[in-house]
């Protein structure tokens, strides 16, 4: 699976950003999606990720209640809306992507397939 990210950038604190991946896979709806992030000198951390149908998400606390995940299986697309953002979601953020069938993992070392990451800068 090749997955391509986009729509990252610069914006000031409370604004909102909407980030796109597509995915060039035939057997997309199979795959679980999700989003990471790593800010510079930190660890590559979990953001949220959503089941084959959409039916079940599941976020960080960090996160909750501002960003919104989705998909289009029609398009091969997942997408991340950002709201209320703040300076500490500054990172690098990247669509992954697992084929496995039950579970959202928190841990990139369960996911398979990663997009090549987006830059999101909150400035205060």
């Known amino acids: 699976v090749q997955l391509q990210a986009s729509g990252g950038g610069l914006v000031q604190a409370g604004g909102s950003l909407r980030l796109s991946c597509a995915a060039s896979e035939r057997t997309f709806s199979a795959y679980i999606m999700g989003w990471f992030r790593q800010a510079p000198g930190k660890e590559r951390e979990f953001v949220v990720g959503?089941?084959?149908?959409?039916?079940?998400?599941k976020y960080a606390d960090s996160v909750k209640g501002r960003f919104i995940i989705s998909r289009d299986n029609a398009k091969n697309m997942v997408y991340l809306q950002m709201n209320s953002l703040k300076p500490e979601d500054t990172a690098v953020y990247f669509c992954?992507?697992?084929?496995?069938?039950?579970?959202?993992?928190?841990?990139?070392?369960?996911?398979?397939?990663w997009g090549q990451g987006t830059q999101v800068t909150v400035s205060s």
């Open positions: 992954a992507a697992t084929p496995d069938l039950f579970y959202i993992s928190t841990s990139s070392t369960r996911w398979s397939y």
């Open positions: 959503i089941n084959q149908n959409g039916g079940s998400t």
